[in-house]
T-cell receptor, first 113, second 115 residues
Framework: EAGVVQSPRYKIIEKKQPVAFWCNPI?????LYWYRQNLGQGPELLIR????????DSQLPKDRFSAERLKGVDSTLKIQPAELGDSAVYLC???????????FGSGTRLTVV | AQKITQTQPGMFVQEKEAVTLDCTYD???????LFWYKQPSSGEMIFLIY??????QNATEGRYSLNFQKARKSANLVISASQLGDSAMYFC????????????FGQGTRLTINP
């Protein structure tokens, strides 16, 4: 079984440029999460999807961040425009609705210069 | 609100020794789950062990065990016979019930195993 797939693995962009991250969850997992992990800290939730519906986006900076999960499968997280403080690892995770387990992708390490 | 506290920023242990990583939590939910994850330098989050709040016995998975003390709200991870490959960041996390299914993470502990 393939795990949670994220791309790109690394991204370096200049400030004010847009950037997008892609996540393909485990097949059959209804719930998808995007987390941001700043250097030396634990991950923090940005947004949670149940199928195609965003059910918790209270921590998403909506002035510059957007996300979508079309058809309830793949998801894209976008930042426009990026700021220096957005440099972090962006982790995607998925879980089955009635399952205790969460599976994380390898993350996208974003560096904004 | 749920909160996880890991008070050890770094730990240094000799190979083959046992190590305990501390985790305390705070929640008002009567039912919750506690997780430990390992994050090596490559960045992926690797699930290690899970403890449900109503589980009567402490969880064990190979060399990992969870010392769950509900009254003290602690969920320490014990790694027996440490190996060089255990060097990594370790995160304690908690999940609540119902709609609050997100994982809340602690700040992590960086474990270094010395040969």
């Amino acid at each position: 079984e393939a795990g949670v797939v994220q791309s790109p693995r690394y991204k370096i962009i200049e400030k004010k440029q847009p950037v997008a991250f892609w996540c393909n969850p485990i097949s059959g997992h209804n719930t998808l999460y995007w987390y941001r992990q700043n250097l030396g800290q634990g991950p923090e939730l940005l947004i949670r999807y149940e199928n195609e519906e965003a059910v918790d986006d209270s921590q998403l900076p909506k002035d510059r961040f957007s996300a979508e999960r079309l058809k309830g499968v793949d998801s894209t997280l976008k930042i426009q425009p990026a700021e220096l403080g957005d440099s972090a690892v962006y982790l995607c995770a998925s879980s089955a609705r009635l399952n205790y387990g969460y599976t994380f992708g390898s993350g996208t390490r974003l560096t904004v210069v | 609100a749920q909160k996880i506290t890991q008070t050890q920023p770094g730990m240094f242990v000799q190979e083959k020794e046992a190590v305990t990583l501390d985790c305390t939590y705070d929640t008002s939910d009567p039912s919750y789950g506690l997780f430990w994850y390992k994050q090596p330098s490559s960045g992926e989050m690797i699930f290690l062990i899970y403890q449900g709040s109503y589980d009567q016995q402490n969880a064990t998975e190979g060399r990992y065990s969870l010392n769950f003390q509900k009254a003290r709200k602690s969920a320490n991870l014990v790694i027996s016979a440490s190996q060089l490959g255990d060097s990594a960041m370790y995160f304690c996390a908690m999940r609540g019930v119902g709609g609050a299914q997100k994982l809340v993470f602690g700040q992590g502990t960086r474990l270094t195993i010395n040969p």
